[in-house]
């Protein structure tokens, strides 16, 4: 079924990194090398589909691991990063 601005999106735990490897890069682009890297497991294909549908993140809690102690950030869509 078509997801869209009628219908509710839930991304749970899609352990995207911040920043992107080779096949992030390559799947942003279009034709056949895009297709094999988004097919191959890079990124750029699934956050085309979502700007396209108007995805907003409204819930988000990362982690992170800083001289051995355990760091979490939590953002709503009403306030900043906590």
Known sequence: KEAGSDRLVVLMNPQWRITDDALDSYSRSEGMLGTLASFLG???????????IGFD????IEGY?????????LKRF????N
């Open 65 to 73: 691991v800083c001289k051995g102690g355990n760091i979490r950030l």
């Open 42 to 52: 890079g990124k750029g294909n699934s956050i085309r589909r979502l700007e396209e």
């Open 78 to 81: 009403d306030s900043d990063w």
């Open 57 to 60: 993140s409204t819930y988000i």
